[in-house]
């Protein structure tokens, strides 16, 4: 199974996505994680992206997608993935189209989990991660209503978005994601 959790910043997708990889025991590719690993250690792209992330901005699309094309080309990948964070606008959306037609990868379902503005930002800053300030959090979800939240339209028209409620406590998401995806069965 090929999973995107799309949603903003502080909806939970990093936790669904943990729980979704296990359960189907997949890899769990999260764009934000692999991109603050590379800042800790302070790689050539760590260093590139740092100042974007802690400005609440997108890290320009050509360094994400020679990323996921790598990442998603990995024989871990081949049989299925949990992606949270990728996706992040209208041209990554299409590279990944391209992507996934290149490595023969059938089309994924988009999880888009909803959640009201309030509790987001109440999640952020109760995870209190290096880029959830209050500053960055408003940016951040700026750049989640102009540029990542017209993919919404773009899987529907596609018709593999699985709308969730994200407002839910953590256990009724999951539950919800389990029947909506049939994994109910599921070891
Ligand atoms: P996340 O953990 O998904 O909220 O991502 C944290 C930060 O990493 C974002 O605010 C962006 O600066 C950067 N980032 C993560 N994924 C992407 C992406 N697909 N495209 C551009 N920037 C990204």
Redesign the pocket.
Known sequence: MRLILLGP?GAGK?TQATFLAEKLRIPHI????I?RQAIAQKTSFGILAQS??EA????PDSL?LALMRERLAKQDALGGWVV?????NLS?AQALDHILQILGQSYPLVVNLNVDTESLIRRMLQRGRQ?DNENTIRR?LEVYQEKTSPLINFYKKRRCLININGNLPVMEVTRSLEKELSLESQI
């Open positions: 910043p990093g999260s764009t934000g994680e991109l974007h992330l609440g901005e997108l890290v994400i949270d964070g990728f996706p992040r990554q880029d951040r």
